[in-house]
């Protein structure tokens, strides 16, 4: 069947070809427009538009061409007022004619792989990812008898298979899931290569029958290429799937939910007392029996209840570690749960707070249990003696005060930090990196149906950002304000400053840091309340001298303290007179290196503007600027020649050179008889005239021959070749 196209038949397959090059399947990208002046690509990219819904390569290729056509009919227009030059007007009309011909062939590669490809490739991968979505579904979540997702009557939440559940081993299920997957992909790939076999005969049909064995063997290394781009493709979904089967097994997602935050917090609690009870009860244990001991016996009541007071502190102190560290595990273990959950935080919140009364509870009565100890202690022991009883009293309002503080301080500074500031400042970060992804992944697929649905994710994250950073400011307002005084400018500080974001700190070590602070708000309470004791004491009237002494020694303290900060005060004035000099010198260095920047300045816009008006020369005229340049200067020469051959006697030129020939001769010949003078009688140049030398040589007698003759001889031919020389000068200045 004989068809007649604009364009060859053998092109088509070429095409072909280089469709396969670029491996399908793959996205084909075609330059927006040429570089070529005032060239409008919209009627071009219009008439592309309407070869594309073509089904016909012909046609396509007539749609296409006449797009071409179109858009170079009204470049040209534009060119006959822009280019003055034919050759170059030309020239660009080349580079139009290529750049059409490369688009033309990115085009029609892209509509050939959307003809043949693009409808098939996009319905298996949805195929595939169906089928890797039953997999997950069966593989991920309890179902019931109808294949349905079972959820949880509590929580209202799918219910996941949880790690180490009877029946579900993750290995198992894990080779499963692949087993299910390669199936699905070898059907997926069979289905594309059937469907490339059967694309061979429309393609071969574009072609004469003698060319069609020779690209039949092209086109099926083709269709090889296409099977494994497509299936390598096919591979990283795959790949894509399986790594979010792993992460949903394998994350405890079921803790995060209210019904298990129960459980989870529950366990922590009853460990973690269980295990603080079982250290510090033994110790309050052998204290009783201790007191037991005491009463049954008939020893010294005042060595016995001063040893037992010792090892009461002592043991309660280490009481009070083992409660401190078992706070500490507590928030360290609720901190991770905070850092797992992100937005099933509030699910799971009331149950640590009910668990954290738990451990309060738990606490308070073993401090309850030691106070009875205490008191029966002390019922025993203070009337042994005065020195006893002052101690005993001493150590119970030491015991009443400092569980007055920890009942009523720590727990609440704890939490308000760890349910506000934190978990606002981890969902802003979450925020910000969930917008930052789906950002990214908008800007490679803004042109596809998902746009809508990811630009909804954003708006979405944006909220939560502005919502959770507003909370995390407040909080910080608040953490500064109430409990910077007591807790210090140090860790919290550094914690709280403003701009500082979660990589800067551990979790941990923070919540560890924040427990410390408690602790050192307990030391600065304890050091006001003995300063409170000092100023009772010294208000006293028995204790009037020890007051005298203690303030002239403070007095001593403060004085030495001043001469101290007084010496440091006169080496910082002395540091900042040198560094006021150097400064000085330093800005009048400045000033001379700014003004020395400032001529670079002006010459440097001198050169920029010779620059400019180069460039804009080059851009606007490039050769024939420098051509009519040269004309000028070519017609200032020819001016200046012509005036040089009008040689005449009449002319201007003539004239002048006549004039300076004549003062030269004039001044050469008074030059000539100054010189034939000075000869002739002498002078400043030669000392002995002619005449002298003649009546000298008169005067002398030579034998053998006559010597007048001889010099009168001499002096003839001296004065010829002097005649002679300036004749010569004379001649060549006149020429």
């Not at 409808?119 to 990812?129: I, M, N, R, Y």
Request: glycine fraction near 4%.
């Amino acid at each position: 069947m004989s068809r007649s196209y604009s364009f060859s038949q053998f092109q088509i397959i070429s095409w072909m070809i280089l469709l396969g090059s670029l491996l399908l399947p793959c996205n084909l990208f075609s330059q927006n427009k040429p570089d070529i002046w005032s060239f409008d690509s919209q009627v071009l990219d219009y008439q592309f538009n309407r070869a594309d819904r073509e089904i016909d390569p012909g046609r396509w290729m007539e749609e296409a061409r006449y797009g071409i056509k179109v858009a170079q009919s009204l470049w040209e227009e534009y060119a006959m007022g822009m280019f003055d030059d034919s050759s170059q007007r030309q020239q660009a009309s080349v580079e139009f004619n290529q750049w059409s011909e490369t688009e033309l062939e990115n085009h029609f590669t892209q509509w050939l792989f959307k003809r043949f490809f693009g409808a098939e490739t996009g319905f298996l991968s949805s195929a595939l990812s169906k089928e890797t979505e039953n997999a997950n579904k069966s593989l991920i979540y309890h179902l019931s008898a109808e294949g349905r997702i079972q959820y949880d009557a509590a929580a209202n939440d799918p219910l996941i298979i949880r790690p180490g559940e009877e029946g579900h081993e993750w290995q198992k299920d894990l080779t499963e899931w692949q087993i299910k997957t390669e199936k699905s992909l070898d059907n997926v790939i069979q289905l594309f290569e059937s469907h490339i076999i059967g694309s061979y005969p429309e393609l071969l049909a574009f072609l004469e029958k003698d060319k069609r064995d020779e690209f039949g063997a092209r086109l099926g290394n083709l269709g090889i290429k296409a099977s494994l781009s497509f299936q390598n493709e096919l591979k990283s979904i795959i790949s894509r799937e399986e790594r979010y089967f792993t992460a949903r097994r394998l994350g405890d997602n079921y803790s995060l939910r209210k019904k298990s935050e129960n459980e989870s917090a529950e366990l922590t609690v009853i460990r973690l007392i269980e295990e603080a009870n079982q250290s510090v009860s033994d110790r309050l244990l052998a204290l009783q029996k201790k007191i037991e001991t005491a009463e049954a016996g008939a020893e010294d009541l005042v060595l016995e209840g001063s040893e037992w007071l010792f090892q009461y502190r002592t043991q309660f102190e280490r009481g009070l570690d083992a409660w401190a560290r078992a706070e500490e595990q507590f928030f360290i273990r609720r901190m991770q749960w905070e850092q797992d959950s992100i937005s099933n935080y509030f699910a799971g919140e009331e149950a640590w707070n009910r668990a954290f009364d738990q451990f309060e509870t738990a606490r308070q009565n073993w401090e309850l249990e030691a106070k009875r100890l205490f008191d029966s202690g002390e019922a025993l022991f203070k009337n042994a003696s005065e020195t006893l009883e002052k101690s005993i009293v001493e150590a119970r309002a030491e015991f009443e005060r400092d569980a007055l503080l920890r009942s009523s301080m720590g727990a609440d500074k704890a939490k308000a930090w760890a349910d506000i500031y934190f978990n606002s400042g981890y969902m802003v970060a979450q925020a910000k990196e969930n917008i930052a992804f789906w950002q990214e992944k908008y800007d490679t697929e803004k042109d596809s149906n998902n746009s809508l649905k990811i630009m909804e994710e954003i708006n979405n994250w944006t909220g939560l950002y502005d919502f959770y950073y507003d909370k995390a400011i407040e909080a910080r307002e608040i953490l500064i304000n109430e409990f910077s005084m007591v807790m210090g400018t140090g860790t919290l500080a550094e914690i709280l400053k403003e701009g500082v974001s979660r990589e800067d700190f551990f979790l941990d070590e923070y919540q560890i840091e924040l427990i410390r602070a408690k602790a050192a708000a307990s030391y600065w309470e304890k050091r006001t309340e003995i300063a409170e004791a000092v100023v009772q004491y010294a208000e006293d009237f028995t204790s009037g001298r020890l007051t005298e002494a203690e303030g002239i020694k403070a007095w001593e303290l403060a004085k030495s303290e001043y001469n101290s900060a007084l010496s440091r005060y006169e080496e910082s004035m002395m540091w900042l007179k040198d560094s006021g000099e150097e400064i000085i010198t330093a800005r009048e260095n400045m000033e001379e290196a700014a003004n020395k920047l400032k001529e670079s300045e002006l010459k440097l816009d001198s050169l920029n503007k010779v620059y400019s008006d180069y460039m804009a020369v080059f851009i606007a005229g490039k050769k024939e600027y420098f051509i009519r340049k040269i004309d000028e200067k070519q017609n200032e020469l020819d001016a200046i020649y012509k005036v040089l051959d009008d040689f005449n006697k009449d002319s201007l030129w003539y004239t002048y050179l006549t004039s300076v020939c004549q003062l030269e001769l004039m001044n050469y010949h008074d030059f000539r008889m100054e010189i034939l003078k000075e000869i002739e009688h002498g002078g400043q140049i030669y000392s002995i005239s002619l005449t002298e030398l003649e009546e000298e040589i008169k005067n002398f007698q030579e034998p053998n021959y006559s010597s007048k003759p001889v010099i009168s001889k001499i002096v003839n031919e001296w004065q010829i070749k002097l005649n002679e020389a300036a004749t010569e000068e004379l001649r060549d200045i006149i020429n």
